[in-house]
């Protein structure tokens, strides 16, 4: 296999937490980058953090990683494989997936930390 690149997205981004029956706020839908989960119990809103947003919850502070895609399918461990090389760095993450990719989210203050552990286990970053 191939190494998997990565590239890391220039924006700041916040995690919201709003409750089960909210809006999604119209700002939202402006962001060049946007993510919006709803389940019975909440919905999560990750926007960049110059959008402020109303919420129950927020957590700001997160740095982006994102797959470079589109991936495929059938592929296996792609996520499965960052995010152990991140844990065993001690470093939580926020994972999106999406149609083509894969994004997780760290916080910023461990970015450069996560990029030295995923270089040295092979993965490579674009510019």
Not at 49 to 77: H, I, N, Y
């Amino acid at each position: 296999m191939k190494p998997i690149r990565l590239t890391l997205l220039r924006d700041e981004f916040s995690i919201h937490r709003l409750p089960a029956d909210a809006q999604v706020p119209a700002a939202v839908f402006d962001c060049p980058f946007y993510s919006v989960s709803r389940t019975a119990d909440e919905v999560s809103i990750v926007v960049p953090e110059t959008v402020k947003l109303e919420s129950t919850r927020q957590e700001p502070g997160w740095a982006c990683l994102k797959v470079m895609g589109p991936l495929d399918f059938g592929l296996t461990g792609i996520l499965a494989g960052i995010s152990k090389v991140l844990a065993e760095e001690g470093i939580s993450i926020f994972a999106i997936s999406t149609f083509d990719t894969d994004y997780i989210l760290i916080k910023k203050s461990v970015k450069d930390q996560a990029k030295m552990a995923l270089t040295a286990a092979g993965y490579q970053f674009m510019h």
